[in-house]
Structure formats: structure tokens, C-alpha cells
């Protein structure tokens, strides 16, 4: 095995690293070393003579070259940035996040002789950059520690005991047991179980698993093996569908549970189970990924971002809303990043009002939908799901000018969008907003980045 510490300059990365290597008898690797002993020159003269990318050029060439085994590995701040780094840094790996506040970083590096990133001050560039990597470092990490609340020698023994807990089969044994009582397929229940008791103990990167009730139909099972498989995560994907979210929530913090999925019906209530919930997610009002890093969990939403994504080239404009639920909060939470302005159109219209109050936004019911004043249209309504069929909207209602995109993703082809296509509209299907959150989820949950095309090809 090899052991990786990633973090913000002066979380200790080189000191407990030098520390671990002698407890386990194991080798030590500085990356900013093996970057200047290749450059035969320093850090600070490389950042000047050839700047930032020929220094990340030659950091991605010294991890691309690292032995697999044996060995601790302390990285440079910036590592994470390029999910290749992340990726060959994971592979046969454990993976420790090092952190610690801010003034504690900026005390340690004082002096240094490194180049700054930014005209900001110590003080303010250590800040920002360290708020822009936190979810990279913390999907990366299979363990993360604060050092500036602890020694060194302290550290050491975290990641000595948390490597022991994970090559015990035992440590999975309850939540095997806990597994077993819920509603899952026998092929994948095997699966499951091989893996999480295997001999050598817990997979390296960990648990991860979607939670819903019903959860049975969700398709994140089989994209995420299939995205570890093919980035070298040595992490199991299974789903927990079960009524009590307060038994799963428990179960989860016991087996220490890497990332969750949340689905229907847990998005609001699992926030009051996270430490802190990013500010996406709390201006939404939902929780759709969870990720825990050392004790500390994290809500965030990817909803939002599945929906504004395929939208990102579209102009701005006047964007309707039919439906007035957890998806039309994302949506219009997207539609209004993407700068447009926006009308949700319910049929109880109460709540529409209650989306537009919160958000500032226009509301009604669907008969005030104007088609020459709208440009972008969502269905964010069950309405021509399978089983269901129909449509928000005939043909006689939709435009040429207008995109129409259909959050409804069973089928993926509904009358809405047939209708649409053939008025001349852009169409965007809602497998497309199921791919877009995905690959931030796949992004948050091991900081690797993944082509939304691999995700398609997945789901085919
Ligand atoms: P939700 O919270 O139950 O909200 C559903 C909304 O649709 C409510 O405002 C409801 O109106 C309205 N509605 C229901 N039946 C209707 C009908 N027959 N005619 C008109 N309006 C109707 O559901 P949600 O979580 O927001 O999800 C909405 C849809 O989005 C889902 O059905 C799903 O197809 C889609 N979705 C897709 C993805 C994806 O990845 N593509 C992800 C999440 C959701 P009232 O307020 O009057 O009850």
C-alpha cells in the first residue's frame, strides 16, 4: 500500500509524512522535491522562468512516476487540481487530507520562499485557495485530520489506527447485517457482501451508497461501480432503500460511509444530519449528496447543477417553470444563475407562490404560461412519466425559438418533448440533468472528473 497526504501548504503534509514513514517502516517521497531534483532547479525559479503550468506539467510527471508501493507520499497544495494527479495519486492508495484554519496555515508558512498564486494578501490568498480545493480535497481523502488541532506523533497514530480498522473484515460486519434487511436485487446483495467481507478487509477508498424509499429503480448503483472501475476507486456502491432515515443516518456514521446519493423522499430532511450544508443547497432547501471527510459531513446539491449545465449556452431570456417541488427549486435556483428570468407555474398555486417569494421570482398557474414571451421552458411536474403519459403542453403552445427541457427521464423520450421537436423547439431529454449531477457527484465523492459522455455510455 501506499499512503498519499494531500492539503493546503503547512497543514503538515511533510512533517507527519516523515513521521509515518518511520512508524511503518515505509519510504518517504516529497512531490516538490522530485519537481526540483527533475528541474535541477527551485520551485520559486521554475514559477519564474516558466511559470504555474510548467510547474503543475512537471508535478502531474513526478506523480505519474511514483512507486505503488511502500511508500508515504506528501503532494504539493495544488495536486488535487487536475483529476489525472487525483486519479494516479488514488490508484493502490490511501488517501489523507491534512488540514487545519486558516491563521494556523498562515502562521506555518510564514517565510516561506514560494511564489504567491494571487495579489492577495498571505492571509486572504491562503483562504481562497483553500475554500476552492475543499471539495476536491475533501473527495479525494479516504481520511481527513486536523492538525492544528493535534501533534504530529497524534496524526501519526490516527492514520496507523484507521488503516488497522480497515483491513479488520469485522468493521463492515454490522453494516452487512443492516444491509441484509433492506430491499435490494440477490445478484447485487452478493456483490455487496463479497466485497465488504473480503479477507483482506473494508475496499481501500471506502462505502458509498444511494438512500431513498423507494430506491430499488435507481440506476446510481451500476454508473458508479462502473465510474470507480474505471478511474482505479477502490470504493463499493450500494443502495439503501429503507422508511427510517434516522437508521440509515446512524448506520451510515457507524460504517463510516464515504458519499451518499439522496433521493425521494430524504432531500430535506437529511440536511438536519449534515454538519454543514453548503450555501447551493440552502438556498435551494434540499440535500441530493452527502460526503463525509474524518467526522465531519457534508450536504451539498447537484441537482442544480445537472439542470443548468445542458442550459449553459442557451442566451438568457424569460424561463418558465411548470410544477412547483424539489426539482423546480433547483431549477429555478439554476435558471437564475444562468441569468434568466423566471416564472413557476403550478397548478396549486400557493406553492408556486411560496418557490417565488423565496427565490424572487414570478409565480401563477400553468393558463397564465405565455408562449411568445417564453424562451426556456422546464417540466419539472411528474407529467408524462411512465404510467402517466401526457403532456404540460400541446403542440399549439410551443415555439420554434423556445428550449423545452423535460426533467421527466422515464421515458427518456416523452410527448413533451416529441411535441417540441417536431414545433422546431431545442429539446433537452432529463437523462441529460441525471448525467450532469452524476458527474459533480462523482467529482465530490472521489475528486476525479469524468466525461459526461463516459456517464452516457454508462446509462445506454
Ligand atoms: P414533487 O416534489 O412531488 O413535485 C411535483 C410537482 O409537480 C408539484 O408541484 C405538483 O403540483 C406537480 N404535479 C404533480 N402532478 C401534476 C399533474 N398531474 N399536473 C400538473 N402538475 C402536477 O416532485 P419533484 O421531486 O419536484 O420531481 C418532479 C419531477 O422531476 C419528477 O417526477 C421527475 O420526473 C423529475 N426529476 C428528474 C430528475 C432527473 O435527474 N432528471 C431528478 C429529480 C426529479 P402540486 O403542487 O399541485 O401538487
Known sequence: MRIV???????????????????????FIDTDQVVEEMAGITIPAIFADRGESAFRDAETEAI?????????????????????????LRTGSLTVFLDAEVPVLVARIAGSNRPPLT???????MAAVRTARLPLYRGAADLCIDTGLLPPEEAVRRIVAFIGERQSPAFSREFVAFLEQTEMERHE????????LRPEG???????AVIGNPCLHSRSPELFTAL????????????????????????????GVKGLSVTIPFKSDCMQYCDEI??????????????????????????????RQPL??????????????????????????????????????????????????????????????????????????????????????????????????????????REARQAGCRCIPGTEMFVYQAQEQMRLFTGIAVDAARIREILR
Open 119 to 125: 495579489g492577495l494578501s498571505p492571509a486572504d490568498e
Open 228 to 255: 470507480f472501475a474505471a478511474s482505479g476507486v477502490d470504493g463499493v456502491y450500494t443502495r439503501i432503500e429503507w422508511p427510517d432515515l434516522d437508521t440509515i443516518m446512524a448506520q451510515v456514521r457507524t460504517a
Open 202 to 208: 473494508m475496499p481501500l477508498h471506502g462505502l458509498y
Open 64 to 88: 505519474r512516476t511514483l512507486p505503488p508501493d511502500g511508500v508515504v507520499v506528501a503532494t504539493g497544495g495544488g495536486a488535487v487540481l487536475r483529476s489525472e494527479n487525483v486519479q494516479a
Open 278 to 307: 453548503t450555501a447551493d443547497a440552502r438556498a435551494i432547501g434540499a440535500v441530493n449528496t452527502v460526503v463525509r471527510c474524518g467526522d465531519h459531513v457534508v450536504g451539498t446539491n447537484t441537482d442544480w447543477i445537472g439542470i
Open 5 to 27: 497526504l494531500i492539503g493546503p501548504r503547512g497543514s503538515g503534509k511533510t512533517t507527519v509524512g516523515t513521521l509515518l514513514a518511520e512508524a511503518l517502516d515505509y519510504g
Open 312 to 417: 449553459l449556452d442557451t442566451a438568457s431570456g424569460n424561463a418558465v417553470v411548470f410544477g412547483a417541488g424539489g426539482a423546480a427549486r433547483a431549477a429555478v435556483y439554476a435558471l437564475q444563475d444562468l441569468g434568466m428570468a423566471v416564472t413557476v407555474l403550478n397548478r396549486t398555486e400557493e406553492r408556486a407562490s411560496g418557490i417565488a417569494r423565496h427565490f424572487g421570482c414570478g409565480s401563477g398557474t400553468p393558463d397564465a404560461y405565455d408562449p411568445e414571451g417564453t424562451d426556456v421552458i422546464v417540466n419539472a411536474t411528474p407529467v408524462g412519466m411512465e404510467g402517466r403519459g401526457g403532456s404540460i403542453l400541446s403542440a399549439c403552445d410551443l415555439r420554434a425559438h423556445q428550449t423545452v427541457f423535460d426533467l421527466v427521464y422515464t421515458p427518456p423520450d416523452t410527448h413533451l418533448l
Open 189 to 196: 446483495w452478493q456483490t455487496v457482501r463479497e466485497c465488504l
